[in-house]
């Protein structure tokens, strides 16, 4: 089955490059960000000169996964949910060589992957990982993610969450991750800036995105399915840390705090680790 | 006009429209084959070029293509 | 690459030479999670791969260990992980996603005594199903070897690699702690000796190279392209066409487990291996696999010294299920008796299933923990003997 990206004669400069056409254009609902932060990607890749040939993109389960799956021109490795961590880890470890860009969920990364989560931070595996938070479980029609907000109404939460949302930066900082980040989808220049020094950087870079999802997150807990108003609600409960850190801890709280956690390039990870390793220990 | 419209990627979600710092989008009556109705450039002239319009696209339907700066229109620079 | 094998004679334990067999053919990456009564192989991987340029990670848990492997091995190395019934529950999902993207590694199952945790340090043989029908959906096949001593722990290893490599599919080593912890006599050939099957790479152009040869689902000894190899490689858990891409459409899904399945059962010549012994003129069959074939060994001697025609079957590729040679058994003899480490009767209901009627077949089951006593089964072939 052809679709419309077979027929066109014209295309986006990045899509020409780097995406299969014949998966264009991709299945997103209109108004999500998914597009974006993909389009930021892209970005980064060619700023930075990255090709296919030395590119994997590495996908998990979720609206995130599903788009970004064989899309990208060169190899895509889409791990069961939750196993993105694990599968990047085996090959990223079989070819330290090829740089890897994981597109991960709240749900891939933050519930049924979190402990893969975890010790790939732990491990400062030498990754890319972008982490797509919606605060909703989009794919599978709405329910409840980890990082849902407190009292969002969700398919499976319909009187309301009473869990706490999950931050997971602070999780990733905590874990040993080299960098950490958290941007708006909509904050095209750093967030390709953040992309980017995550690609550099050697150890795992963990970088947030919160985005939105008019279908499932617009739905059901702000009940409007218009995505700019979704927009509105992540810009009016964000803040960039620099500017929370002269506010009052009212004045934040519920909010999202935007920029870099951290940054230690310094930090070993462990594929220059068990490089370094084997020279000791490889006797043939 | 710097920027071209991929027509059958749009799907209608309006940020071109609504985030163009010089609004220069309308929503128009056209729709394409999957029935989203299209934005079309109507104030071409204010057009700066700044490729918000590229960026906030989830869909790579909109293509900038920066012309040098001899090319602009004159009398309409900076912002 | 650096070959890692060692000539020479060892006394070792069973799980001990799993780990040289991998090593000998070829692999390269190690993952695991320590669980009695397999964690002596992760040890001597532990030991032993780096000295071969190899990664060996002890990885949190189960899944990321069956998950690293199968991507190591889309990675390019040749991959194994190991494990005991309670955590091959766990990597049965991971395992899905190897047979599904024809993926070649190898898992290794120490059968312990169970349901459940069970007794951690004893024996067992509840897996043998699991194993085979375990992983999520159905619509596939599975390939699985049982080794009875700690010499075809090494050898089995390294057939369970090639075929692997043959079949492109994970495979099972289906052994159990018995034969895990057993210490005994494991010989080591030259290299030369060995076969080892390489990995099999494509010979077209991208653009010519299905990645999953969902139209000709007998096909065997086909390529994998792995990552960075150029051929822009797509691999999923869901359901996808030829190329990678994910597909909803039936007849996409109809084609793909027709692969899974027929590409094992379509060529099954290349998938039988058994042992008999005394079958020549026997009139009661006693089967058996893995470490309990030793003690059933034992007892067709005795029987045949008290006079009685009894002779001893074992299915050494133990999945597929040698659904012919059991036939022909039961053909032969009037009596089948099946021992095995589980009540609920697992390789006897296959072999009543394989036999049609042709014979009685008789379940001879325990719980584990020990193996039979050759004197258990000598008694069961009295009482059922005609």
């Known amino acids: ?284 | 006009m710097p920027t071209t419209i991929i027509k059958e990627f749009c799907k209608g979600c309006g940020f071109c429209i609504a985030y163009c710092p010089k609004k220069v989008y309308d929503l128009s009556e056209e729709m394409n084959k999957k029935g989203y109705r299209l934005p079309r450039p109507v104030r071409v002239e204010d057009c700066i070029e700044c490729g918000l319009c590229d960026l906030y696209c989830p869909d790579f339907a909109i293509l900038l293509e920066k012309r040098k700066k001899k090319d602009r229109p004159k009398g309409k620079e900076g912002r | 690459m650096p070959s890692g094998v060692k000539p020479g004679k060892y006394f070792v334990q069973g799980d001990e030479a799993i780990a040289e067999g991998a090593i000998a053919a070829g692999c390269r990456f190690f993952a695991g999670y320590p669980i009695t009564p397999s964690s002596e192989t992760s040890e001597t991987m532990a030991r032993r791969l780096p000295e071969v340029g190899g990664i060996c990670l002890q990885m949190e848990d189960e899944l990321a260990s069956i998950h690293s492997v199968g991507a190591a091995s889309v990675g390019g190395l040749k991959a194994m992980t190991i494990s005991s019934g309670p955590g091959i529950s766990l990597k049965l999902e991971g395992l899905g996603w190897g047979i599904k993207n024809e993926i070649p590694y190898v898992v290794a199952d120490i059968q312990r005594a169970g349901p459940s945790n069970g007794v951690a340090t004893r024996v067992g043989q509840g897996d043998f199903y699991t194993v085979r029908y375990g992983s999520a959906g159905g619509n596939s096949s599975l390939i699985a070897l049982s080794p009875k001593s700690t010499q075809e722990a090494f050898d089995l290893t390294i057939e369970c690699f090639n075929l692997s490599e043959i079949f492109r599919c994970p495979v099972f080593l289906l052994s159990d702690e018995t034969v895990g912890h057993t210490r005994e006599l494991l010989v080591i050939p030259e290299e030369t000796r060995l076969n080892v099957v390489k990995r099999f790479k494509p010979t077209v152009p991208p653009e010519q190279f299905a990645m999953y040869p969902l139209d000709t689902p007998g096909v065997i000894n086909y390529p994998f392209p792995n990552i960075g190899e150029g051929y822009g490689i797509c691999v999923s858990p869901y359901t996808h066409n030829s190329k990678g891409y994910a597909s909803t459409a039936q007849d996409i899904q109809e084609k793909m487990a027709r692969r899974l399945v027929f590409k094992i059962t379509e060529n099954l010549g290349r998938l039988v291996r058994v042992e008999k012994q005394k079958m020549e003129d026997a009139e009661f069959a006693v089967v058996a696999y893995g470490g309990n074939a030793r003690p059933a060994i034992a007892a067709v001697d005795i029987a045949r010294e008290s006079g009685m025609k009894v002779g001893f079957f074992r299915p050494i590729i133990v999945w597929p299920f040698p659904d012919g040679e059991v036939l022909k058994v039961a053909e032969k003899v009037k009596t089948i008796l099946v021992c095995e480490l589980n009540i609920d009767g697992q390789l006897s209901r296959e072999v009543g299933r394989a036999a049609k009627g042709k014979a009685e077949v008789h379940h001879l089951g325990s719980g584990g923990v020990e193996p039979h006593l050759p004197a258990q089964i000598f008694n069961e072939i009295r009482r059922l003997y005609k």
């Open chain 1, 1 to 284: 089955m052809s679709t419309v990206g077979d027929t066109l004669q014209v295309f986006h400069p990045l899509v020409a490059k780097y995406l299969r056409k014949e998966r264009m254009p991709h299945m997103a609902c209109p108004g999500c960000g998914i597009g974006q932060v993909v389009h930021a990607t892209l970005l980064a890749i060619e700023e930075l000169g990255l090709t296919p040939k030395d590119t994997v993109w590495v996908q998990g389960v979720g609206c995130n996964s599903r788009i970004t799956y064989s899309t990208w021109v060169g190899d895509n490795v889409d791990a069961h949910h939750g196993r993105i961590f694990a599968v990047a880890t085996g090959l990223k470890m079989a070819r330290p060589d090829m740089n890897f860009i994981l597109f991960t969920g709240d749900g891939d990364c933050g519930a049924i992957g979190g402990n893969h989560f975890i010790h790939a931070c732990r491990r400062n595996l030498d990754v890319t990982a972008i982490l797509f938070n919606n605060g909703i479980y989009g794919m599978t029609g709405g329910q409840v993610a980890p990082t849902s907000p407190v009292g969002a109404v969700t398919t499976t939460t319909p009187y309301g969450n009473i869990e706490d949302p999950f931050d997971m930066c602070q999780m990733a900082v905590t874990a040993g991750a080299s960098y950490v980040a958290r941007w708006k989808s909509t904050d095209f220049k750093p967030l390709v800036n953040s992309i980017k020094k995550g690609i550099q950087v050697k150890g795992l870079a963990f970088i947030e995105v919160l985005l939105q999802c008019p279908t499932n997150f617009g739905r059901y807990v702000l009940k409007t399915s218009q995505p700019q108003e979704v927009l509105k609600w992540i810009k009016e409960h964000s803040v960039n840390k620099k500017d929370a850190e002269k506010l009052t801890a009212e004045e934040i709280a519920g909010k999202y705090l935007l920029g870099e956690f951290i940054y230690r390039p310094e930090r070993s990870g462990i594929v220059e680790r068990y490089q370094e390793f084997l020279k000791k220990y490889q006797k043939e």
